[in-house]
Nanobody, 127 residues
Framework: QVQLVESGGGLVQVGGSLRLSCAAS????????MAWFRQAPGKEREFVGG????????ECADSVKGRFTIFRDNAKDMLYLQMNSLKPEDTAVYFCAARTTYTVNHVYTDKRRYAYWGQGTQVTVSS
């Protein structure tokens, strides 16, 4: 089992920045990849970005490329999402997810590929 806890959400103005954190605990040695997803009211949960835990490959959605960066702290089993130049359309609940099924150096964008999820953290961008 893997437990995930997100933090760092909040209210920010357009053009501002936030850094989200995801703390993984439990059987973290079984993690092959982790990712961030987001869900706005009335919309499907969508992929934001992710990282292969072993190979280091990262992937970001086109909508956030150049603005969001994913990185990790190996020693602390932490995944981060640095969000810059925030827009109102970035407003959503952001979720951290982990995949423990064997994966080569690839990041899945399909939420069904991830078995473990955090509770989410709200990000609101005001205009």
């Amino acid at each position: 089992q893997v437990q995930l806890v997100e933090s760092g959400g909040g209210l920010v103005q357009v053009g501002g920045s936030l850094r989200l954190s995801c703390a993984a605990s439990g059987r973290t040695v079984s993690i092959y990849s982790m990712a961030w997803f987001r869900q706005a009211p009335g919309k499907e949960r969508e992929f934001v970005g992710g990282m292969h835990w072993i190979g280091g490959t990262t992937e970001c959605a086109d909508s956030v490329k150049g603005r969001f960066t994913i990185f990790r702290d190996n020693a602390k089993d932490m995944l981060y999402l640095q969000m810059n130049s925030l827009k109102p359309e970035d407003t959503a609940v952001y979720f951290c997810a982990a995949r423990t099924t064997y994966t080569v150096n690839h990041v899945y964008t399909d939420k069904r590929r991830y078995a473990y999820w955090g509770q989410g953290t709200q990000v609101t961008v005001s205009s």
